[in-house]
C-alpha cells in the first residue's frame, strides 16, 4: 500500500509539476520562487525515491521506532527492533534497480563535475595567463575581442569581462554587468545548476529533471538580473544583455540564455504578484519539501503516543 502511494507521488510531482511550471508568466516575474519551486519538486522526488529505496529494506513502522529509540522522549529503554520483511523476489528486484538508479548517479555526477571543473580550470588558466586584475572594479580583465563576461566559483569567485566588452559597455552597464555576475556567485547558482544537470542527464526521461534544469538556467539568469536591475535600472540591464548578446556557454555569462525574452521582461513595466499569489506558491515549495518528513516521522510520533501514554 505505502509503495504505491509513494510511487504514485512520485509520478504526480515528476510528470505533473513541470506541466503546471513551465511556461506560467509568474514564474518569470518572481524566478526566485519559481526556482525554489522547481528545487522542492527535486528534493520531495529524490527524497521520496530515497525512502521507497529504504523501505525494501526496513518497513516504514521500523523507521519510526528508530527514531523513537534515538530521541527516548519519555524514557523508554526497552525496545526490540521489528523483524525485517523476508527476502522476496520482488524486494530483490526492487533493490536491484535502486543499486542501479544510484550508480547511474554516481556515474554521471562524476562525469559532469569533473567536465566542468576541467572548463573552469581552463578557463582561469586562459584569465591567469591573458588577464589583468582592475582594482578599482575589482574583476579581471580578458585580453580578447570577443564581447562577453561570465563569472568563475571558487574561492573568493571571480567575475571576468573581456577588453571586447570594456571597448563597447558604458559605465552604467559594466556595473550592471559585474552585478549581475556577483549575484551568480553569492547565490551559488553553478552549484543549483550543477546538480540539476546531473539529474537530467542520468534521467533524461523525467520531466521534473529535464525541464527543470532548462528552465533554472533561465531563471538564475533572472534572478542575476533583477539583482543587476536594483543596483542601476532595469533598461541599463537590458542594454548590457543586448550589447553582449552571444551564443549559449557552460559558464554562467551575462548574455549567455534567453536572451530575447530577458530584454522584454526587462522592458516591460508589470506588476508584482500579489500577496496570496506568493503566499500559495510559499505554501506549495513548503509542502514539497515537508511530505517526505511527513511521511517518515509520523510512525515515530505514533509510537511516541503508544509508548509515553
Avoid at 516504514?60 to 534515538?70: E, F, R, S
Avoid at 566588452?165 to 556567485?185: F, K, N, S, W, Y
Avoid at 528552465?215 to 544583455?241: F, I, N
Wanted: hydrophobic content about 50%.
Amino acid at each position: 500500500m505505502i509503495f504505491g502511494i509513494l510511487i504514485l507521488y512520485m509520478v504526480a510531482v515528476a510528470w505533473g509539476l513541470p506541466r503546471c511550471l513551465r511556461g506560467m508568466s509568474w514564474t518569470s516575474r518572481t524566478p526566485r520562487l519559481a526556482a525554489a519551486t522547481w528545487l522542492a519538486g527535486t528534493v520531495s522526488v529524490v527524497s521520496m525515491a530515497v525512502l521507497t529505496g529504504a523501505l525494501l529494506v526496513v518497513p516504514l513502522h521500523a523507521i519510526g521506532d528508530i527514531v523513537v529509540l534515538l530521541v527516548q522522549w519519555c524514557g523508554w529503554t526497552e525496545h526490540a527492533f521489528p523483524v525485517l520483511p523476508p527476502w522476496t523476489a520482488p524486494r530483490l528486484v526492487g533493490l536491484g534497480l535502486v543499486g542501479l538508479g544510484l550508480l547511474r548517479l554516481v556515474q554521471v555526477g562524476v562525469a559532469v563535475t569533473h567536465a566542468r571543473w576541467a572548463d573552469q580550470a581552463r578557463h582561469r588558466h586562459d584569465v591567469r595567463l591573458l588577464g589583468r586584475f582592475h582594482p578599482r572594479l575589482g574583476i579581471y580583465v580578458l585580453d580578447h575581442t570577443r564581447r562577453g563576461a561570465f563569472c568563475l566559483p571558487g574561492k573568493g569567485g571571480t567575475v571576468v569581462v573581456t577588453r571586447g566588452a570594456l571597448r563597447v559597455l558604458q559605465p552604467a552597464e559594466l556595473d550592471a554587468v559585474i552585478a549581475h555576475e556577483r549575484a551568480h556567485l553569492t547565490g551559488r547558482h553553478h552549484l543549483i545548476l550543477t546538480a540539476a544537470a546531473v539529474l537530467a542527464r542520468a534521467f533524461p526521461t523525467v520531466p521534473l529533471f529535464a525541464v527543470g534544469h532548462e528552465e533554472l538556467r533561465r531563471l538564475v539568469e533572472l534572478a542575476a538580473d533583477d539583482s543587476a536591475a536594483r543596483r542601476s535600472t532595469p533598461r541599463v540591464v537590458a542594454q548590457a544583455v543586448l550589447r553582449l548578446a552571444a551564443p549559449p556557454s557552460p559558464l554562467l555569462g551575462m548574455a549567455n540564455t534567453a536572451v530575447h525574452q530577458r530584454v522584454i521582461r526587462l522592458m516591460a513595466d508589470r506588476p508584482p504578484l500579489s500577496r496570496s499569489t506568493v503566499l500559495g506558491r510559499v505554501l506549495l515549495v513548503g509542502l514539497l519539501l515537508a511530505l517526505p518528513l511527513l511521511v517518515t516521522t509520523i510512525p515515530a510520533l505514533s509510537d511516541l503516543t503508544d509508548h509515553c501514554a
